[in-house]
């Protein structure tokens, strides 16, 4: 693993037009290695540092060195992006998760998908999870220097045997409650993950779990329960199962009744389900406002309720009539029946849903953002007619590079399909305009 602290400094990807970077001469390519006679390790420093309204960069362009005096007026965007980090800055995790996902990948894939990351900079940039394991005392205290916070934590279990048993039993202290407990007195905010194991961290010890993150709130400021994930492709791993119907029903009912109980004691329901736990014990979703804000709905809780409810919301507000399109919609099994009844409700909807099955991963994965361009192929080829396109899910590419898990491209699909491909955000307005259209 590459050091986490290198001075090499950020490369600027863009610089967006009349910004106060663009007037000082910053351009993509550009090296930025210090702001303000501080060196720079990472996009975060380039944040704390370049806060200020009068920055001087120390830049690198094409190995020479150039100073920039970038003015702005209070409150002015800088007006820069900074590249990702490569995979060799990104430091990841000592731990072998018995339920790691990573480890259930198909050989084969490219190799960033097997960066296993537990790298607290993207933890607090993009709501990465962490097991804070292989912490130092160095990146402890710039956490609270900077106030990286809100944090993404991997909790699983409170019991430290039990944690070092799930996380692998890596050799660095697995012991949680007192790392959060010193973030959570420097004033950082957290959000606990439970992965839940049946067999392992469930019944008394989930329940040991969330009393004992409780009086961590509002420090700790959610607790999301979300179930594990398993492929087919567990070779040499523990034997883990999933959720069964029935235990998912016991859950649901387990965690309304803690909700209300906090909900009383701390002002807040702190313990939430993921998604996939209600449509598998069949399950009404909560309301909107018993997920207090979406506040980690990008993990899987409430993605579904914010969906729905803002589709039904738009169909209210749209005045005028519209026409319908004769298209599919791909989605995974798991959610397929659901957005059947969601666009059958659209008046007048000539949509048809196709609810992929996951053979690339198999086992229990049928959540859409985990589709593959060739199973959408085989599942549609077996369908006599796809209209005038086929809509998939942005969720379904990768985020950078616009491909499909098995590095398939929409053209690939449209191609083999021989219909036009639309990428549509899952976002009710954008699901709307896929199906209907104004006459
Ligand atoms: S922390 Fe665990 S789940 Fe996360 S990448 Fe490492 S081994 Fe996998």
New binding site residues.
Partial sequence: MKPRSCTDGVVVAAVRPRTAAAAAGLRPGDRVLAINGHSLRDAIDFQFHGADDQLTLTVDRTGEQQTLRVRRSAGAELGVELEAPQAGEIA??A???V?????QLPKGMRRSLYV???DFRLSFLHGN???LTDLTEAELARIVEQRLSPLYV?VHATDPALRWEL??RPRANAEILPRLERLAKAGIRMHAQI?LCPGLNDGPHLERTVRELAPLHPHVATTAIVPVGLTRHRERLPALRTLTDDEARALVATVANWQSGFLQHLGSRFVFLGDEVYLVAGAPLPDAEAYEGFTVAEDGIGLVRRFEDGVVRSLQRRRRATTSRDVTLVTGTLYGPRLARLVAAIPGSRARVVPVPNHFFGGNVSVTGLLTGQDIARELATRPALGEAVIVPAVALRDRDGVFLDDMTPGDLAQALGVPVRIVEPEPSALLSAVCSAP
């Fill in positions: 990841t995790c731990n072998k998760c339920f790691c996902f990573i480890h296993k990351d537990d999870y962490i097991t991997s996380l692998g992965v």
